[in-house]
């Protein structure tokens, strides 16, 4: 069982982004600028990471 945690925070505004993207910023859990959660490190968070790069940091 995988229960690593990875730390992601939105960094920049979801302004003007492609709907997707917010959408995914979403699905992260992440609502507002500066905002920080800490998610289980799976594959299909990673994705979603990698998705919206420009736009989150992840650490951890």
Known sequence: MSDK????????????????????????GLRRLNHTVELIDTPAVRGMITKVSYLVKAEG
């Open 5 to 28: 945690k990875i730390k992601v925070t939105l960094v920049k505004s979801v302004i003007g982004t492609k709907e997707s993207h917010r959408a995914t910023v979403r699905g992260l």
